[in-house]
């Protein structure tokens, strides 16, 4: 009796990509990179961001003004998802994370990533959001392609070098609360009652420009981020939003319409949210350019 051959099994991934919660990934991504929460903090109660808490509750709560407070994740919790990526396979890592002026989750990345007998090498994105999170995807889609550890870091760092991102928020006070802002520019950001215009630039919080309303602010957004577009050889687009769905769908809707772009709609992660305040909206554009990974 002829017997039928198993196929053999695919060969692990020798390298692998995690980034964390403040990327701002679509749920159910697949082949994505593997995520670490950062930790959110609601009174005495700890939660998992994007597992216990989710960035629509984040918002009322903080909007009701709820004591919100977050931390990076420890280095434990890196080095645990490390050596199970490990026992899957992998002989290499690469972590990529949210702006190490904003936040010291890279470098309990790198603690881990130091104590790790894996080579981890971790990364500082100098951006956030989905400028974070275009970089890690493509960084985990040049790993699954083949590519070594050095190239995969070289391309999330070159994706998240093209991530621009700017957002318009109702006030400045969360911000300055938790120390993103000088008081100063906290200060010019609130007379009258304007909208800042934020920009993420090189990895730190900078005050763009002014607008009296929540109108004008999105119209200044779709305008800079057309101009992106336009900017870019291939460009990827998202719109957050931090308990403002309806007004986010309504500026990716015109963005889609004005560049054909597509746009993926997001909450901003919770962390971040807690940052910048409920009614905040964000646009993200960078570039995947000519690499063929």
Known sequence: MRT???????????????????????????GGPVVVPLRVLVGDEAYAEGEDITPERLA?????????????????????????????????????HLSGALSGTV????????RSPLQVRAVDSRTGAAGLGFAARAAAECAAAGADAAHVAARAIEVAGTANAVFV???????????????????LGTVLGVKPILRL???????????????????????????????????????????????ALALAGRLHTRTRAEVEVTPLSAVLGVH????????????????SH
């Open 169 to 187: 928020v109702d006030t400045l006070e969360h911000l300055r609360r938790g120390g993103r802002l000088s008081g100063p520019a906290a200060a």
């Open 107 to 114: 470098g309990s990345a790198g603690t881990a990533a130091a």
């Open 4 to 30: 039928r051959r198993r196929s053999p099994s695919p060969a692990p991934q020798e390298v692998r990509v995690v980034t964390d919660s403040t990327a701002c990934l679509p749920a159910g991504l697949p």
């Open 60 to 96: 009322e709560l903080v909007a009701e003004g709820a004591q919100v407070t977050t931390s990076q994740p420890p280095p434990e919790a890196f080095a645990a998802v490390y050596r199970g990526l490990g026992e899957e396979g992998a002989r290499s890592i690469v972590s990529v």
């Open 201 to 247: 630039s090189d990895g730190v919080v900078e005050l763009s420009q002014r607008v009296r309303t929540r109108a004008v602010g999105a119209e200044r957004l779709l305008d800079q981020a057309a101009g992106f577009v336009a900017e870019a050889k291939r460009p990827v687009v998202a719109v957050h939003h931090f308990g403002a769905y309806d007004r």
């Open 276 to 291: 910048v305040g409920p009614g905040t909206l964000a646009v993200v554009v960078a570039d995947l350019g000519d690499h």
